[in-house]
Nanobody, 115 residues
Framework: QVRLVESGGGLVQAGGSLRLSCAAS????????MGWYRQAPGKQRELVATITSGRSTNYADSVKGRFTISRDNVKNTVYLQMNSLKPEDTAVYYC?????????WGQGTQVTVSS
């Protein structure tokens, strides 16, 4: 059974930082494409960042240069370091694990950035 458990969300002022964690079980993050997505109220869920088994990364244009996705193979955990946060980054952030054809999602963690 695959479980993805996000943590690290919260309330932060604009310009601040947060680090999200996604602890995985039942799926090995080092050999799968893992990602972070977000969904703001009234909007569709959108890609934030992904990391492949070869550590290639991809970012949404809106977060390039501010967010960094990484993973710890020993802890089987994926991280999203978020710096220079903006109010428009406010959303529920979801961890996604890809083991095609299956895709797995965490329950999400709320990030709120105040102006």
């Amino acid at each position: 059974q695959v479980r993805l458990v996000e943590s690290g969300g919260g309330l932060v002022q604009a310009g601040g930082s947060l680090r999200l964690s996604c602890a995985a079980s039942g799926i090995t993050v080092s050999i799968r494409t893992m990602g972070w997505y977000r969904q703001a109220p009234g909007k569709q869920r959108e890609l934030v960042a992904t990391i492949t088994s070869g550590r290639s990364t991809n970012y949404a244009d809106s977060v390039k240069g501010r967010f960094t996705i990484s993973r710890d193979n020993v802890k089987n955990t994926v991280y999203l370091q978020m710096n220079s946060l903006k109010p428009e980054d406010t959303a529920v952030y979801y961890c996604r694990g890809q083991d095609l054809p299956r895709v797995y999602w965490g329950q999400g963690t709320q990030v709120t950035v105040s102006s």
